[in-house]
């Protein structure tokens, strides 16, 4: 059966999601918005794992055609729906893409990849902080900071917002929720502050999400507070 609307899937507490929907909003596409609640496990139900067996946000159905990983999507939006007038999110020429593109894998294999490997663990299994992680992310905003820099000008990768600074801001907002700050990194940080500013949707796809977590990421500590006392207090017993 083929869809006869484009369906977006996602969860506003994810950062990738973020991403995609400030681009869907920028292009102004029409798109059904369909919110997946992770903390349910609505990705694993059988009806999402058909569509994307991966089970991750988040997914696009555009009329039957199904992507997921969200920076294929956001290159995908931008090759299919960009008009004249927002075609500089995505620029066209080769040298003009491949900077943007360059950015969009920096973001994926070490940006992003070192937020979660660093947070991951420490929210979910509530593992002391592991240095040499914190490391690799602290060395991955060093190099932001430093692109910027050396850069010179006021985006990443020019004088107008790119998906690239949609993709990578969509990471900060994850630093943001985990308060951890970046202040110290006064290039990045000064960036992240003109592009939340030059996103006009940037406070709709974006805000609501980082309250999700600041607040799921409090509730997880909590709960490994009181599990850790009442083992603790068992520990007591037993002796
Ligand atoms: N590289 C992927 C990452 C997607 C991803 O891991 N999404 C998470 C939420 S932030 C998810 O769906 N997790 C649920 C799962 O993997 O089952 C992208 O950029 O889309």
């Known amino acids: 059966m083929a869809w006869l609307s484009a369906e977006f899937y996602f969860y506003k507490g994810s950062a990738p999601c973020r991403s ?4 869907l909003k920028l292009l102004n596409c029409e798109f059904e918005e369909k919110h997946v609640d992770l903390l349910k496990a ?17 997914t696009f159905n555009d009329h039957s055609f199904i992507l997921w990983e969200s ?25 003009e893409r491949a900077k943007v593109d360059r950015m969009l894998f920096f973001d994926m ?12 663990p420490k929210i979910h299994q509530g593992m002391p902080p592991d240095q040499e992680k914190e490391n690799l992310l602290k060395t991955s905003l060093d190099y ?13 990768c020019g004088e107008r917002i790119t998906i690239a600074d949609i993709a990578i801001l969509a990471s900060i907002t994850e630093l943001d929720a985990l308060n951890y700050s970046y202040k110290c990194y006064g290039e990045l940080f000064r960036w992240s502050e003109r592009v939340k500013e030059g996103i006009p949707c940037y406070k709709e796809c974006c805000i609501e999400g980082v309250e999700m977590t600041r607040a799921r990421v409090k509730q ?3 709960d490994l507070k009181k599990q850790m006392e009442k083992e603790r207090k068992a520990s007591i017993t037993k002796k």
């Open 71 to 95: 920076r294929a999507i956001m290159q995908y939006l931008m090759n299919k729906y960009a008009t004249e007038g927002t075609q500089y999110l995505y620029p066209k020429e080769p040298e």
């Open 109 to 120: 294999g070490t940006l992003y990849h070192a937020i979660k490997e660093y947070f991951g």
């Open 20 to 23: 995609v929907w400030m681009t």
């Open 220 to 222: 997880l500590e909590d």
């Open 144 to 156: 932001l900071d430093h692109f910027l820099e050396i850069g010179g000008v006021p985006y990443l």
């Open 42 to 58: 609505e990705n694993k139900r059988p009806w999402f794992i058909r569509m994307n067996p991966q089970h991750t946000v988040p």
